[in-house]
């Protein structure tokens, strides 16, 4: 009987490492191939034990309370913008096992990043999206804002692995990752949030923040998918911001003098301040000068020669321009993009060769 006991043991634990997981609602999910690794855990394959076996993707966060807590929170989130059905991943189950949270979610195909990379080719220039994908990303990341930002919560992390591939005919695409999704009264100015090449200029300048910063990011993601190109990569926040003035700001020698003290700042003292380190005086300075007014001549013109030439690329570059304006205030909202001319645009007929 011991050694039936034990033998019972060896086999739920060997279970256990291999990936087995059970739900209080009963179902046993064995997960397999790891297809995502952040500092929050895991994402893996799994597929349900059982007669249905069907597949899921399980986000499963590291052990210990502040990665619980957070995982209960992206949770939530899901769950009330399921309710809403906003097209964002759809949580199945959630529950704890061995210290760590669960998320069952509907498998996606590939995200952004990954699809991009697909077409094989070997320059760092990825596959550009035909205008029309373009439409159907940008309309389905604005539904979410829109519903996330009615409710006055910024996902605060929108960039193309947060973005993945639902079905490619016809090509749809959904919102992940609602991990450092934030409501407004939460928010607390000087926050250095978002991946560094979507990071909005009131981020890098350590200002307050609102959900417009969602839509600076999504504006770098439509660059990048519709040029092959990050808009600006940046490798620390004051090229972030060298690269941004040039591309948007008119050429003010006091602006780089500016954005030149900063760099000799931080190559002065490479140990001490962080790389997002941003001297307060030296910023309010700058963030006097970005929230001047913009030229944008050069940016439309650099969008209409490296995205696909269609009729559509005019309303394009300018929905790009009103999403990418420095000052938030000016920024286009969500709901007001969803109204823009590129959005509205008709799908044209499927071509008959
Ligand atoms: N539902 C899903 N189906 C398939 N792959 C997924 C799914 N959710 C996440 N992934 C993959 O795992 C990666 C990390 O997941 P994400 O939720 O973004 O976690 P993190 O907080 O680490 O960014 C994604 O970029 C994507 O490649
Ligand atoms: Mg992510």
Redesign the pocket.
């Known amino acids: 009987m011991k050694k039936i006991c034990l033998l019972l043991l060896a086999l739920s634990f060997n279970l256990a490492s291999a990936g087995l997981l059970e739900s209080p609602s009963g179902k046993k999910y064995m997960t397999t191939e790891i ?2 690794q ?1 500092s ?1 855990g895991k ?1 893996t394959l799994a597929r349900e034990v059982g007669p249905n076996t069907a597949k899921w ?1 399980v ?1 499963s966060s590291h052990a210990g309370d502040d990665y619980r807590t957070a995982a209960h929170i992206e949770s939530n989130f899901l769950r009330v913008f399921n309710s809403m059905s906003l097209p964002v ?1 759809h949580l199945e189950d959630s529950f704890e096992q061995s210290g760590q949270v669960h998320l069952v ?4 195909e590939s ?1 952004l990043t ?1 699809y991009q990379k697909t077409d094989g080719r070997s320059n760092d220039r990825s596959r550009i999206f035909p205008l029309q994908e373009v439409r159907q990303v940008v309309r389905n990341v604005l539904l979410v804002l829109q519903g996330m930002h009615f409710k006055d919560i910024i996902h605060t992390d929108i960039k193309p ?2 973005i ?1 591939v639902q079905s490619t005919a016809p090509f749809r695409v959904k919102v ?2 609602f ?1 450092n999704a934030i409501h407004k009264d939460n928010s607390e100015s000087g926050e250095y949030i978002q991946t560094r090449w979507y990071r909005a200029p009131e981020i890098l300048l350590r200002r307050n923040y609102t959900p417009a910063i969602d839509i600076w990011s999504l504006g770098c993601v439509l660059y990048e998918l519709a040029t092959g190109q990050v808009l600006f990569r940046g490798a620390n926040s004051i090229e972030q911001l060298t690269l941004i003035q040039k591309m948007l700001l008119p050429n003010d020698l006091y602006l780089v003098h500016l954005l030149k003290e900063f760099q000799i700042m931080i190559d002065k003292h490479p140990e001490a301040p962080p790389e997002e380190y941003i001297d307060p005086f030296l910023s309010s300075k700058l963030y006097s000068k970005f929230m001047g007014p913009m030229e944008t001549t050069a940016f439309e013109t650099d969008v209409l020669t490296s995205a696909e030439l269609t009729d559509d690329a005019v309303p394009f570059a300018d929905l790009l321009i009103q999403m990418l304006q420095i000052d938030p205030d000016q920024r286009i909202t969500a709901e007001d993009a969803l109204r823009h001319p590129f959005l509205r645009m008709p799908v044209p007929p499927a071509s008959i060769d």
Request: hydrophobic share 45%; glycine share 16%.
């Open positions: 297809v995502g952040g929050f994402v993707a986000k991943v979610l509907e498998r996606l995200d990954k692995e947060n993945m992940i990752d991990g």
